[in-house]
């Protein structure tokens, strides 16, 4: 029997792939969670086989989450679903050494193969994504810079961002203007806007 965590912030998609799940005659959903802290606890709590993580949850993500059982050295496959192609996030997944990548649009049954396959030792990804494995984008971003840009699109103002970090509000607007011009962006905003489609915040 092939124990499964699911973690979707989303309540009805998560409610479809639990039920779906329980039809399977050698799956069983051990819990189901709809934020990354929950999906932590379960994990580290139930010790399942297979873990499907949402990419974007509240508190900590799935790509946190999949590092935290990699450090932990816990033996659960991780598996991350998402809407959202960006190589960056794909990159990081790859980083992080999970088994599968899959997006929430791909048939139910893909799903359910990929949970057994992984078991069995294979990587799955979703086909759509497979090429942006060989297209890899570097973050030309420091990581002062990255941690700027982050707070920004959390809505805090460079007042703000300059309590948080410690730092002065020239040193916080040299960052900015620094990332602004390395993503050839117009403004903050777009910066912003940038760094987060290609997952590098």
Do not use: H
Request: net charge negative.
């Amino acid at each position: 029997m092939i124990r499964v965590v699911i973690a979707e912030d989303q309540q009805m998609l998560r409610g479809a792939l639990t039920s779906l799940l329980r039809f399977e005659p050698d799956i069983e959903v051990v819990a189901e969670v709809s934020d990354g802290k929950k999906a932590w606890e379960v994990i580290r709590s139930y010790q399942p086989d297979v873990c499907v993580l949402d990419i974007e949850m509240p508190g900590i993500s799935g790509l946190e989450v999949a590092e935290k059982i990699r450090d932990e050295q816990l033996p659960c496959k991780v598996m991350i679903v998402t809407t959202f192609a960006r190589p960056g996030y794909l990159q990081k997944a790859m980083d992080a050494q999970v088994e599968g990548y899959l997006l929430k649009d791909e048939p139910i049954d893909f799903l359910i193969e990929s949970i057994r396959k992984v078991m069995e030792g294979q990587r799955m990804i979703s086909t759509d994504l497979a090429a942006a494995l060989f297209i890899r984008e570097e973050n030309p971003l420091s990581k002062r810079e990255v941690e700027v840009l982050r707070l920004a699109n959390e809505g805090m103002t460079t007042n703000t961002i300059c309590k948080t970090l410690f730092l002065t509000k020239g040193t916080v607007r040299n960052y900015l203007s620094s990332a602004i011009q390395k993503l050839g962006a117009e403004s903050r905003q777009q910066a912003v806007k940038i760094a987060e489609e290609k997952g590098w915040i």
